[in-house]
């Protein structure tokens, strides 16, 4: 079974600091995504990234940065944090380019901006 | 923008009974999948698939690309089957979701 782990699992952060959510991937796969998932929403992209070195903005980037130094790691970064950023983020990885293959999450991180 | 129109929004099941979700797309894409959150939060791989159908247990998915719609229906429905599904289409670098359908199954 594929796994991804994201760190925190819970955050609370101050409006205007910065937050660094981590994510790691065991699969080998190229592609890694963040998403965030709000009540009455889908999960919506942020980042994602083709592999070490690569970010490419999603569909909501605004207010997010992000980091691929490995094929493992994939890092999303809210420099300045506001309480609209409060969500559920979901990293994820898998999905490569040219063959069909199946997206795994993490299990997600709480994060609130007060 | 690409959309995924999912239904319906809310489902409430007695236990043993069944009924489907559907999502229509708006555009081709190769392949869906579907995922269940469950109470712990968790997003649980159920089905990936580029075309045809996949069952699994008391749950059976199928996907049609050319009429751009997938289904899953659920049959003999569990307490523990209560949480969000969401599809998500594979559109080759990203998956677009759903709204989710939040499936309730009362005793």
């Known amino acids: 079974e594929a796994a991804v782990t994201q760190s925190p699992r819970n955050k609370v952060a101050v409006t205007g600091g910065k937050v660094t959510l981590s994510c790691n991937q065991t699969?080998?796969?190229?592609?890694m995504y963040w998403y965030r998932q709000d009540t009455g929403h889908g999960l919506r992209l942020i980042h994602y990234?083709?592999?070490?070195?690569?970010?490419e903005k999603g569909d909501i980037p605004d207010g997010y940065k992000a980091s691929r130094p490995s094929q493992e790691n994939f890092s999303l970064i809210l420099e300045l944090a506001t309480p609209s950023q409060t969500s559920v983020y979901f990293c994820?990885?898998?999905?490569?380019?040219?063959?069909?293959?199946?997206?795994?999450f993490g299990k997600g991180t709480r994060l609130t901006v007060v | 923008g690409d959309q995924v129109e999912q239904s319906p929004s809310a489902l409430s099941l007695h236990e043993g009974t069944g009924s489907a979700l559907r999502c229509n797309f708006t555009?081709?894409?190769?392949?869906v999948q579907w995922f269940r959150k469950n109470s712990r939060g968790s997003l649980i791989n159920l089905f990936y698939?580029?075309?045809g159908t996949k069952e699994n247990g008391r749950l059976k998915s199928a996907f049609d690309s050319k009429e751009r719609y997938s289904t899953l229906h659920i049959r003999d429905a569990q307490l523990e089957d209560s949480g969000t599904y969401f599809c998500?289409?594979?559109?080759?670098?990203?998956?677009?979701f759903g709204t989710g359908t939040s499936l309730l199954v009362d005793p």
């Open positions: 698939l580029a075309s």
């Open positions: 998500a289409a594979d559109m080759g670098y990203k998956l677009t």
């Open positions: 555009t081709t894409m190769r392949a």
């Open positions: 990234s083709y592999g070490a070195g690569s970010t």
């Open positions: 699969n080998n796969h190229n592609n």
């Open positions: 994820a990885s898998g999905g490569d380019r040219g063959r069909n293959t199946e997206v795994f």
